[in-house]
């Protein structure tokens, strides 16, 4: 008996256990060919064909597979969790002061740890806008016009 199967087999596994440590499609496509190529090994198809056929199925599958997640799964950025609180208007709850490092706002029924982005504090029961996050503090300003505060 050839070892060729058993090289398949492993190639297999290989690509699983690379499937399964990542988040990204990297491996599935070598999956489907490792079978194929096993199943030829078994039947002794010379090396050279099972290799180009792995070789063939597996750039096959990529291209197509791509092609279908590409349109199926368009990467449209959705702001989810802290991100969403970007460009929303906030409440001072407890007075912005960068220099003591303390302050706290409230937006969307959360309170916030919070820093003003001009170094200037802002007092409770101010208006201010989230203009960014670092970590886990939000970074706040006052509103620039009457349209940021009706939000």
């Known amino acids: 008996m050839s070892y060729m199967p058993f090289f398949w087999i492993a190639v297999m ?11 990204a499609l ?4 070598f999956m489907p060919s490792a079978i194929i190529s096993m199943i030829l090994a078994f039947f002794k198809v010379p090396i ?11 750039a096959l599958l990529i291209i197509f ?4 997640f590409k349109k199926t799964v368009a990467a449209h950025h959705v702001a ?23 302050g706290l ?7 916030w740890s919070a ?6 504090d802002l007092e409770a029961g101010e208006l201010v806008s989230v203009i960014s996050i670092e970590g886990v503090k939000l970074i706040c300003r006052k509103p620039e016009n009457t349209e940021e505060t009706k939000k």
Request: net charge neutral; proline share 2%; hydrophobic share 50%.
């Open 26 to 29: 990297v491996a599935i496509w």
């Open 115 to 120: 820093r003003s982005a001009d170094g200037n």
């Open 13 to 23: 596994v290989l690509a699983v256990v690379a499937e399964s440590m990542t988040t």
């Open 105 to 111: 706002v409230k937006v969307r029924g959360q309170v």
């Open 48 to 58: 050279p064909v099972q290799v180009t056929v792995f070789l063939v199925i597996s």
């Open 65 to 68: 597979s791509r092609t279908i």
């Open 80 to 102: 989810t969790n802290a991100d969403a609180v970007i460009g929303e208007t906030a409440i001072v709850t407890e007075r912005i002061c960068n220099i003591e490092n303390k």
